[in-house]
């Protein structure tokens, strides 16, 4: 059974970068599909970016569109979630989730096979 591990969440400033990294084990990454979503307090979850099997197609939310970065390391087994220009807004915990079927990677809130636990993100002067 795979299972998934966020790291990389912590405290920065506006304007500043941070990288997160969702890690596989058990089994690989390679075959299914990675969404990276976020809940901030009060709010509903929401998807942020995803990147699907086969051809690692992307999607991303429109408030994180130039901003965010996702990508496989396939030697490493983990997808990352590089951002940049991060604003107050940005602040969440963050979860990567995997989806088993399905030909593409989806930016929903829910419907997913795998959960990791989470890291939180906070951008805060």
């Known amino acids: 059974q795979l299972l998934l591990e966020e790291s990389g969440g912590g405290l920065v400033q506006p304007g500043g970068s941070l990288r997160l990294s969702c890690s596989g084990s058990?089994?690989?990454?390679?075959?299914?599909?990675i969404t990276w979503l976020r809940q901030a307090p009060g709010k509903e979850r929401e998807g942020v970016s995803c990147?699907?099997?086969?051809?690692?197609?992307?999607d991303y939310a429109d408030s994180v569109k130039g901003r965010f970065t996702i990508s496989r390391d396939w030697a490493k087994n983990t997808v990352t979630l590089q951002m940049n220009s991060l604003t107050p807004e940005d602040t969440a915990v963050y979860y990567c989730?995997?989806?088993?079927?399905?030909?593409?990677?989806?930016?929903?809130?829910?419907?997913?096979?795998?959960w990791g636990q989470g890291t939180q993100v906070t951008v805060s002067s």
């Open positions: 990147i699907s099997s086969g051809d690692s197609s992307t």
């Open positions: 058990r089994a690989s990454l390679q075959y299914v599909h």
């Open positions: 989730a995997a989806d088993f079927s399905g030909s593409r990677c989806h930016m929903g809130a829910y419907d997913f096979d795998v």
